[in-house]
């Protein structure tokens, strides 16, 4: 909670990309990643969007923003309104809580 009726702050964490050594190799990338806004009285998606680490059309940037309007601009092109689950569909499973993170949900996390 934050502190503000009804609005409350949650985060993710995943893995970018797969360098060749790496201290976990078995567990492979989770980009892009797919956020869908599910209401559960309903059992359909009300809002979701596609976000992508790198650029999405695979253009590497050889320099840094020369001002603010530029990363804006490279912020909101990783950031697509499709490519999710659009309409009802089956609710996803949830999977067990973290003890430490209660509110971070880990895909590189594994419970015992």
């Known amino acids: 909670p934050t502190g503000t009726h009804g609005e409350q702050v949650a985060g993710v964490r995943y893995r970018a990309w797969s360098p060749p050594s790496a201290l976990h190799p078995t567990i492979g990338s989770h980009a892009p990643l797919v956020f869908d806004i599910i209401d559960t009285w309903n059992s359909r998606a009300v809002g979701a969007c596609t ?3 790198a650029h999405p ?3 590497n940037y050889q320099a840094f923003p020369v001002n603010a309007y530029e990363a ?3 912020r909101i092109m990783r950031f ?4 999710h689950t659009p309409g009802g569909g089956v609710l996803p499973s949830f999977e067990a809580i973290n003890a430490e ?5 880990d895909l590189r996390w594994q419970p015992s």
């Not at 993170?101 to 949900?105: A, M, N």
């Open 51 to 53: 976000y992508h680490v």
């Open 57 to 59: 059309g695979g253009r």
């Open 80 to 83: 697509w309104n499709h490519g």
């Open 101 to 105: 993170y209660p509110h971070t949900l």
């Open 72 to 74: 804006e601009g490279r």
